[in-house]
Every structure is written in C-alpha cells, then in structure tokens.
C-alpha cells in the first residue's frame, strides 16, 4: 500500500490524557500536512512540514498541541491534556514536490470523554 | 487571502438526475481548484483538479467541473447521478502553504 496511513483509526479518551496519532507520508512526498476536521464542517488545516521542517502553525494549534517530522518521514500530533472540544477527525495529508492535490489519510477520530 | 465558498450544506437528487454542486472562490492570485469526496469515517479522495489549460476539467466516477473567472465559480456536474455518488463533497483552493476547504455539501441521492 503506498497511500497515506494513520494509526491509530480510533481513540477514545479521558478528557486531561494526553494522545499521539501518527501519519506516516507517502514515501517520496517532502510535504505533509495535518487537518481538523469536526463534524459537518470542512477540513481546517492545523499545520504543515516540509521535509523535517515544521513551516507554519495554524493559530488552531494551541499551547497543548505538538507536531515532529523527526526524520523527514513519518509524523506525529501530540495532544496535551486534552478537552472535550479537542474530538474531531484528524486528517494527514501528503504531496510531492511536482503535484498540485494533496493524498489524504483515513484519519484519527478522536473522541474525548 | 483565498477561500471557497459551497453554495448548500445538503443536495439531494434522484438517481439518474444531474449532479450539481456549487463553489466559488475568492483568490488573489490565479487559483488551483480541487474538488474532493469523503465518504463516511474515510479521508477524502481527489475527484478532480484545476491548475492551468482547459477549463473543462474531468475527474474520476464520471464527474466534471469547469472553470470559470468571470464568475469565480468552480462547480461540479455529473449528468447521471449513482446511488454510490451519496456522499460529502468538499471544494478547494491551494493558497501558497496550504489547502482552503469549503464547509461541504452532502450528495444525497435517491432511488
């Protein structure tokens, strides 16, 4: 499979744990990208790597959350004592230097309980 | 800054009938145009794309979306609607880091 994976598909969580979802890219694609997506909305873009590089924040990143590209290949969201707002859907995306769309994951639902 | 807009939050057509879904965008600068299909608990999956050339632009499943300046519009069209269109249905505008989506709208689509 050469698409864009997410893992994991599901969390359920307490709200105040913390959680890390991780997107590992297609393999040639130097750009990844990470979304939000609630329900009956469209996806909002949260932030963007390029290579290793993490080049823009989305001011929808709060405090509580991080993204790594350690290596320039797989990446990893990390929310920080997390809130009931924080459940939505959460989208990986890729693209390669000469591409126009981006490849999408099947995304993280994340419910905070 | 640039954006799109989805005219209807909910379409619903007979099967058989015409598909149209509308999107206009508001860019600064020449716009790529992207239009995307999510079906239930999925990621979103490339219908189609407008870069440069043709303002006609084909997409998979049978669909199609034109290009249009003068009216900043993008829609997409399928002139024979399949159960398996139903579905939500995002428009997009590549801005210069990242991807603009509109709200979408959902494809519901009747026997």
Redesign the interface.
């Known amino acids: 499979d050469t698409g864009v994976s997410q893992n994991p598909r599901h969390k359920i969580t307490k709200r105040g744990q913390n959680v890390t979802f991780r997107c590992d890219p297609i393999s040639e694609h130097n750009r990844l990208y990470w979304y939000r997506q609630t329900l009956g909305q469209g996806p909002e873009f949260l932030t963007y790597f390029q290579n290793e590089a993490q080049l823009e924040k989305s001011r929808l990143l709060s405090d509580r959350f991080s993204a790594e590209r350690p290596k320039g290949s797989f990446s990893t969201l990390e929310i920080q004592r997390t809130e009931q707002g924080d459940s939505a859907m959460y989208l990986c995306a890729s693209k390669g230097p000469l591409e126009y769309g981006y490849t999408f994951g099947s995304g993280t639902r994340l419910t905070v309980v | 800054a640039q954006s799109v807009t989805q005219l209807g ?1 909910h379409v619903s057509v007979s099967e058989g009938a015409l598909v149209l879904l509308r999107c206009n965008y508001s860019s600064s600068v020449p716009p ?1 145009l ?1 239009w ?1 299909v999510q079906y239930p ?6 219908l189609l ?1 407008y ?1 440069t050339g043709a303002t006609l632009v084909k997409g998979i499943n049978g669909f199609e979306a034109e290009f249009k300046k003068s009216e900043t519009s993008f829609h997409l069209t399928k002139p024979s609607a399949h159960m398996s269109d139903a579905a939500e249905y ?1 428009c ?1 505008v ?1 801005a210069i ?8 709208t959902r494809l519901t689509v009747k026997p």
């Open positions: 939050s790529y992207f995307y608990n999925q990621g979103l999956q490339l794309k870069t995002f997009a590549s880091n990242d991807m603009r989506f509109g709200a979408g």
